[in-house]
């Protein structure tokens, strides 16, 4: 009901029935939600308003696979399970097997419209495993998420996470074993705050307006937490259409604070470049600070640059050009324009109902020990 921003007696606005048809496909309890106004040229005083629902199944599940050169083969299911405990709320449950995640299984419980009919309270727990090039490690935990959508195009986001962290120090690089008292087990207590802009579309390879997104990590909020510390990454990206062709850009800006004596910052945490969707003339994670034995060890400060021209070619083919830019710091907030490296080169898209099939070969532009890196993926690059 609260949903219907429709009322007798109102002064009719067709923004009215579009909020109202919004917010009921928000709910997620519906295959169809339409709100029509039926006008007719002999119209008074009253126009009659007609509200055409037809119910989600309660059951719905959605499987998927793919390959991609960092992850290898990919599997994933996506369940759903609607009405629990009446109304419409759902329950959710999602396992993913990859490379770089061996396992990642979350249960999520919604309540749609929570307090206002724009806001979802989310709740589960999770266990995930990430086996990335400088760290291998076991996360379990709980999650809880407020979202609040302002519009169509913006929406907030102000979350919990409890998480036991169990790490492989055999793993980290060099200097991490070399510390005094890492630890292999520990607790994370973070709250996290998103904003988000996303005025651009279509959604799969947007072709015009601006995405926007900035995030805050504050980590060490009771409950045993053993680091504690500020993230920020912000988002930007532009997307501009030109003679049949898409003129697309892209800034990342990252900075991380420690708050504790010795400044030490989770290796999950870090910032880290280079891979299929960040400086693509380097592998995953191996632009920035590594070791003796060039296992990537992260930082605290991270900029990154990309430009991407793409092009039709024929049919569901198209080509792309692109540059990047970037690199990651240790010092915190600690940015250095002439220290940037540089990557450019060509790709290929193929268009998919699930999102172009992207193949990317780069290579640094002044520097000359790395190799070429070939990237194949599914979706845009940004």
């Known amino acids: ?48 308003v007609r509200v055409n629902l037809r119910e989600a199944p309660w059951f719905s599940a959605k499987f998927g696979a793919g390959y991609g050169t960092e992850d290898k083969f990919r599997v994933f299911t996506n369940s759903r399970l609607l009405g629990i405990l009446g109304g419409a709320r759902r329950l959710g449950l999602f396992a993913k097997h990859s490379d ?103 959604g799969f390879s947007p072709g015009r307006g601006l995405f926007a997104a900035a995030t805050v990590k504050l980590s060490g909020i009771g409950l045993g937490s053993e680091y504690h510390f500020t993230r920020i990454l912000v988002d930007l990206r532009h997307y501009q259409k030109a003679m049949g062709m898409v003129l697309a850009t892209r800034v990342q800006l990252g900075g991380i604070n420690s708050h504790d004596e010795d400044d030490f910052v989770p290796i999950e945490d870090r910032f880290y470049a280079g891979g299929s969707s960040s400086v693509r003339g380097w592998a995953r994670a191996m632009l920035g600070p590594k070791d003796d034995e060039s296992t990537p060890i992260g930082g605290k400060s991270l900029i990154e640059f990309s430009v991407e021209l793409r092009y039709p070619i024929i049919g569901i083919l198209s080509g792309v050009i692109f540059t990047d830019a970037g690199n990651v710091w240790l010092d915190e907030y600690s940015y250095d324009f002439g220290d940037l490296h540089y990557a450019s080169g060509l790709g290929v898209r193929i268009a998919t109902p699930i999102g172009p099939i992207r193949v990317d070969v780069a290579r640094p532009i002044f520097d000359d020990d790395h190799d070429i890196q070939l990237h194949i993926n599914v979706g845009q690059a940004f």
């Not at 793993?171 to 070399?178: L, Q």
């Open 100 to 202: 770089l995640e061996p396992y990642h299984v979350r249960l999520q419980l919604t309540q749609p419209a929570f307090i206002t009919p724009h806001t979802h309270l989310t709740v589960g727990p999770f266990i995930r495993r990430h086996d990335e090039p400088g760290f291998v490690l076991q996360r379990l935990g709980v999650e809880t998420t407020i979202d609040h959508n302002f519009s169509s195009v913006t929406s907030a986001s102000l979350g919990h996470t409890f998480e036991r962290i169990d790490l492989d120090t055999s793993e980290v690089a060099e200097t991490e074993r070399s510390l005094e008292g890492i630890e292999e087990l520990y607790n994370k207590s973070s709250i996290l705050l998103g904003l988000t802009h996303d005025g651009s579309s279509p």
């Open 1 to 48: 009901q609260k949903n219907v921003t429709v009322e007798s007696g109102r002064v009719f606005r067709q923004s009215h029935l579009n909020a109202s048809q919004r917010d009921l496909i928000h709910l997620g309890a519906f295959e169809i939600a339409t709100v029509t106004a039926g006008l007719t040229d002999d119209q008074h005083d009253t126009i009659p």
